[in-house]
């Protein structure tokens, strides 16, 4: 399986959409896109999940690192995700408290709306 990536800005926030399988043989490219967009300037980065029909403790690796990688600028990173498979890996892990999770794109530009 591989894995898609494509980006698209909704509301001053990044949007990475992913699809596929994110396991070792994959995550490197979603490492390097996050590593691209930090650098690139982006702060505010959402990643869309919906379309993601696995992932392994690899996958979960990337994106606490990319999390890291975007506090370090004062950024945020947040998660779409409404698969119970997916979110289950985020409870059992105790990431639910580390990520925003969020049921749709909107929804997380809202909730990092009303931080501020």
């Known amino acids: ?50 379309r993601v029909e696995f992932l392994d403790s690899t996958g979960l690796g990337v994106l606490v690192g990319g999390l890291k990688r975007v506090r370090a600028h004062d950024g945020s990173l947040d998660l779409v995700c409404t698969q119970e498979r997916i979110l289950k890996i985020f409870r059992i892990t105790g990431l639910t408290k580390v990520f925003g999770i969020h049921d749709s794109v909107d929804e997380a530009i809202a909730a990092r709306k009303s931080e501020k």
Request: aromatic letters at 2%; a negative charge.
């Open 1 to 50: 399986m591989e894995l898609s990536l494509s980006t698209r800005t909704v509301a001053g926030h990044r949007v990475l959409e992913v699809g596929g399988e994110i396991d070792v043989y994959t995550a490197p490219q979603l490492r390097e896109r996050l590593i691209s967009l930090v650098e690139g300037g982006d702060r505010h980065v959402i990643v869309d999940l919906a």
